[in-house]
């Protein structure tokens, strides 16, 4: 582990949670932050997926929204109280203002943001995503981002996904996580 990396890990003592709209990278880049500072990575969606062995687009179908969210609810509760790791939500976790709050208090948030364009294509014609299935994908997250764009903006560290170069993103993620905790690479 790099200097870097070392030192944010000495100060992190809380789980590091990625919010924000699909196609942002929450899972690629958490994951790579959880590698790159050897903490434990959960996926609140595959977490949801296991306990019920329902897919998340049967859940919404069979069960509907707010059923998920509250499974959503309940696994991220469980997960914030693991001590510090990395977590990756689904992109609408926030909108439930409890588990939301719970991640403001008990977490170090991070928003990742991406150009529209950009999550249209992360997204791709896959039909996991059941709030983009049948839909037109751009109306549909330029509409979610209207929604949610203010509350993704209450976490604490903002990163622009945009850009093709994921490791140097990660790089911005780090540095970005280095500068909200103090820590400064030792020289
Ligand atoms: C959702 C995002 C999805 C998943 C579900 C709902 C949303 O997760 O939780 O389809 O409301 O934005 P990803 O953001 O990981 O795609």
């Not at 069960?63 to 109280?81: A, Q």
């Not at 983009?132 to 549909?140: E, F, P, S, T």
């Not at 903002?158 to 990660?170: K, R, Y």
Request: glycine letters at 8%.
């Amino acid at each position: 582990m790099n200097a870097l990396c070392s030192r944010i890990k000495e100060s992190v003592n809380r789980p590091v949670v990625m919010i924000g709209l699909m196609g942002a990278g929450k899972t690629r880049l958490g994951g790579m932050l959880a590698k790159a500072l050897s903490l434990p990575f959960a996926d609140s969606d595959k977490e949801i997926e296991r306990a019920s062995n329902l897919t998340v687009s049967e859940i919404f179908e069979k069960l509907g929204e707010p059923r998920f969210r509250e499974m959503e609810e309940k696994v991220l509760t469980r997960l914030l109280s693991n001590g510090p790791c990395v977590i990756a939500t689904g992109g609408g976790a926030v909108m439930n203002e409890r588990t939301a709050q719970k991640i403001w208090d008990e977490a170090i948030s991070i928003w990742l943001n991406a150009d529209i364009d950009v999550l249209v294509r992360r997204c791709g014609r896959n039909n996991k995503r059941p709030l983009l299935a049948g839909a037109n994908r751009a109306d549909m997250l330029k509409s979610l981002m209207d929604v949610r764009g203010a509350v993704y903006g209450r976490a604490d560290i903002t990163v622009d996904t945009s850009g093709p170069d994921t490791e140097a993103t990660f790089q911005t993620l780090l540095q970005s996580l280095a500068n909200h905790l103090g820590v400064r690479e030792s020289l």
